[in-house]
T-cell receptor, first 113, second 110 residues
């Protein structure tokens, strides 16, 4: 079992819906990440939080809105998504940034209809 | 210059064989080279990692070979098993940024 827990495992939403993805880790890691992964592609970095502050936004459209309520939790709020946003959304955490191993959750499989 | 080129895209090996996956990079600022293993329906998991001051690192049946002058590194899996069938990603890091290779889908035939 992974030490990074993501919910829900699967999500189907319409283009006008608002939904949230949740991620939790209890390893005491201070960096948390959102990645997007399309089929047969590597993960693509979206956001990095370091010590609960947003440190990197990889030019992600505003229809994706991250939130880090505390050092263990990370949310990704979704609104007015497009069908091309359908993907596996992965949360990860690490002790620090850069050279620290990433610990991934098993992701949320998102389908936008 | 920020790319990591990974080959082959897919690989089929008989059980007990030694699959080899290769990666190449250009940016000499990269100083951390991890390999991640991903099974279908799961997130990637760190398999093994190496720094450029080491030419080889082994963890169990997995070995990374690193050639700093050629800017290449590779993953070897000794005595491969069907359970090793997965997608393998190499990556390289400098500072905060982790650059991923395109991935290799490995199938180990029984």
């Amino acid at each position: 079992d992974t030490e990074v827990t993501q919910t829900p495992k699967h999500l189907v939403m319409g283009m006008t819906n608002k939904k949230s993805l949740k991620c939790e880790q209890h390893m005491g890691h201070r960096a948390m990440y959102w990645y997007k992964q399309k089929a047969k592609k590597p993960p693509e970095l979206m956001f990095v939080y370091s010590y609960e502050k947003l440190s990197i936004n990889e030019s992600v459209p505003s229809r994706f809105s991250p939130e880090c309520p505390n050092s263990s939790l990370l949310n990704l709020h979704l609104h007015a998504l497009q069908p091309e946003d359908s993907a596996l959304y992965l949360c990860a955490s690490s002790q620090g940034t850069g050279r620290s191993p990433l610990h991934f959750g098993n992701g949320t499989r998102l389908t936008v209809t | 210059q920020q790319q990591v080129k990974q080959s082959p895209q897919s690989l089929i090996v008989q059980k007990g064989g030694i699959p080899i996956i290769n990666c190449a990079y250009e940016n000499t600022a990269f100083d951390y080279f991890p390999w991640y293993q991903q099974f279908p329906g799961k997130g990637p998991a760190l398999l093994i990692a190496i720094r450029p001051d080491v030419s080889e690192k082994k963890e169990g049946r997995f070995t990374i070979s690193f050639n700093k002058s050629a800017k290449q590194f590779s993953l070897h899996i000794m005595d491969s098993q069907p359970g090793d069938s997965a997608t393998y990603f190499c990556a390289a890091s400098a500072h905060y940024q982790l650059i991923w290779g395109a991935g290799t889908k490995l199938i180990i035939k029984p």
